[in-house]
């Protein structure tokens, strides 16, 4: 989907737009202020006051009608330079606009505005040079919004829209627009009920429910096979931490922002974990290591607590609860190179599995010229990046080198999945860390006897198992495959009196071989009930008759065909075995 402000010709025509809308709603409302209304990626919006009055639906059609009699119209856009006396005498009756212009520094002393018309806003500009020029638009949606974006302020109205320079890119970007609304994971989320919300629980802390459930498990379970046959290690630590850990691991100075507030038990003060490196860190500084243990691979499914705004909460993909697909690997300088090729080959195989093909990588590397950003050991980084580089280049992997954009311990690498719809997302990352072993003191037997400190890698596959989840919805639209997904098999007797019971037969025989299967056995129509099925995307409805109770034969439909296909009751559990054991991808 176009990036609308970063294209200059649609940036202009959007902001040009915004002040059409302005218009036509003063015309609608007299009575209308306007706060600020700038372009974004997705066109723009303006903040409005209109008093008593609350937009509606039907609203954004009659604001669009006299939006194109304006435009017909064909009124020239005049700008003009004012002083700030000049702007303040002229909006002296608008609030909103009088905070603006008393907050204008002694620089900006000569104030530009645009008029059309009957229509004049404080604007930067530029603008197009006449209202005709804006024919294709479309208003999209409205919502709230505090001034300023503080609570604490009145409440304003916030109406969305786009504008191109011509119908048919227009009607593309509108059918983009559709498309991302039927694929976004909180809609699906709440028709197939996998996660929920609600305000007693908290903002950005999604509630799993039993389908949801399911689709986590199976992911923890996937993700948990590959790691142990990597020869990986599986811990559980404690969600909260002393906030002494985290002064210890830096944590506390560098990253307190984003922690929530500590609070004090008895004599000791707690704070939820935001990440769990230093827990883990312990757990290796638990046993004295020889430097034939490592490397040692220490996992975890870690529930984690960050404090995002609550203005980018969203879903399960933005959260301040997460479960983290962590794992911390404390190896010796000469394994990193061999660790870190497995960690990419791992996050490759995951990908494949998955079915994900639209990514690139980024790696991370330090400014060697900025002293102060990175931890001080030239010979340090400049070993790991080689070997960073190496391995890829090993792998023919395609990637992109980001100076600067290191972490402060060490280089990075970040995998950035491109979804069905949106900007791209990162899922998988690898850092390298020279630091914090040295915060908690570790280190490991040499061959010599000496006492070395170990290196540590960092890395999530699927990053969080909620953002995962939520990347994986859009990307199907909810149409899961066989071995994910919540409900397996749906069966549905033609006639219960005649039927029901080899269902009920059936239904045992594949729970006991470990299939998620449900019966529906009530009273309701045929015809409704596969209708149902299909839209709960239940990959396999089966259909049961006097044939299939006779033959000891199913017959079944899968989620989006309408070819019906009998097989007996071995071949259909042979290929639903096959099917969930070998992960099959849609």
């Known amino acids: 989907m176009i990036n609308i402000k970063e294209n200059e010709k649609l940036s202009i025509m959007n902001h040009s737009c915004a002040h059409l809308m302005a218009q036509a709603v003063k015309h609608l409302y007299p009575d209308a202020l306007f706060w600020v209304g700038p372009v974004v990626e997705s066109g723009f919006y303006y ?67 645009y008029s059309q018309g009957d229509f004049t806003d404080l604007c930067r500009g530029p603008h ?36 191109f320079d011509n119908e048919e890119d227009l009607n593309v970007y509108l059918n983009e627009l559709e498309e991302a609304k039927m694929r976004d994971h909180r809609k699906i989320g709440k028709d197939l009920s996998i996660f929920m919300s609600h305000d007693l629980v908290g903002k950005g802390m999604p509630l799993w429910l039993p389908n949801g459930a399911v689709i986590r498990k199976q992911l923890e379970n996937y993700i948990y096979e590959k790691e142990r046959n990597m020869g990986y ?57 020889s430097y034939r243990d490592l490397p040692i691979r220490i996992g975890e499914f870690a529930t984690d607590f960050r404090y995002e705004a609550s203005g980018a909460v969203k879903g399960l993909e933005r959260v301040r609860c997460m479960c983290q697909n962590d794992a911390h690997l404390f190896v010796t300088p000469e394994q990193i190179g061999e660790e870190f090729k497995k960690v990419v080959s791992l996050i490759l195989d995951v990908y494949k599995d998955f079915g994900l093909k639209n990514y690139k990588f980024r790696l991370s590397l330090r400014d060697p010229e900025d002293k102060e950003k990175y931890f001080d050991d030239d010979d ?9 580089r ?19 311990y060490g280089p990075k690498l970040d995998v950035e999945v491109k979804p069905a719809v949106g900007p791209e997302v990162t899922l998988s990352t690898c850092q390298l860390d020279f630091l914090l072993p040295r915060k908690f003191e570790l280190s490991y037997v040499d061959s010599d006897g000496s006492r070395k400190i170990p290196v540590v890698l960092h890395r999530a596959i699927f990053g969080t198992f909620d953002r995962f ?26 006639n219960n009196e005649y039927h029901l019971e080899y269902s009920k037969e059936l239904l045992q025989k594949l729970i006991d071989l470990g299939i998620r299967c449900e019966l529906d056995q009530r009273d309701e129509k045929l015809g409704y009930k596969m209708r149902e099925s299909q839209t709960r995307k239940i990959p396999y409805t089966l259909v049961i008759g006097d044939m299939e109770r006779d033959s000891n034969s199913v017959n079944y439909r899968m989620h989006g065909s309408k070819e019906a296909i009998s097989l007996s009751v071995e ?16």
């Open 469 to 494: 989840t939520a990347f994986i919805l859009e990307e199907t639209k909810g149409s899961l495959p066989t071995w994910l997904s919540p409900v397996q098999v749906n069966i549905i007797p033609v």
């Open 390 to 408: 190496e391995v890829l280049n090993e792998l023919g992997v395609e990637y992109f080198e980001a100076i600067g954009e290191a972490a402060f």
């Open 380 to 388: 340090m980084w400049n070993e790991a990046e080689v070997k960073l």
């Open 47 to 113: 903040d409005i006051d209109l008093g008593n009055e609350v937009i509606k639906e039907e609203d954004l059609l009659k604001i669009e009608k006299e939006m194109k009699k304006i435009s017909k119209d064909g009124k020239r856009i005049v700008r003009r330079e004012i002083s700030k006396d000049e702007a303040m005498e002229m909006f002296k009756d608008d609030p909103y606009k009088i905070d603006l212009i008393s907050r204008m520094d002694e620089a900006e002393q000569i104030i530009s505005c």
């Open 571 to 586: 071949e259909f559990i042979e290929k639903i075995k096959k099917e969930v054991e070998t992960r099959k991808s849609n």
């Open 233 to 289: 290690m599986h811990v559980y630590t404690p969600c909260v931490g002393t906030v002494d850990l985290y002064k210890t691991s830096g944590h506390w100075d560098h990253y307190k922002e984003n922690m929530f507030p500590s609070m004090k038990v008895d004599e000791e003060e707690f704070v939820l974990r935001p990440m769990n490196c230093p827990h883990h860190m312990l757990v290796y500084g638990n046993e004295l290591h």
């Open 128 to 163: 197009v040079d006449t209202v005709k020029e804006l024919k294709y638009f479309k208003l999209i949606k409205f919502s709230g919004a505090y001034w300023k974006g503080d609570a604490k302020n009145k409440m304003l109205q916030r109406i969305y829209g786009v504008c």
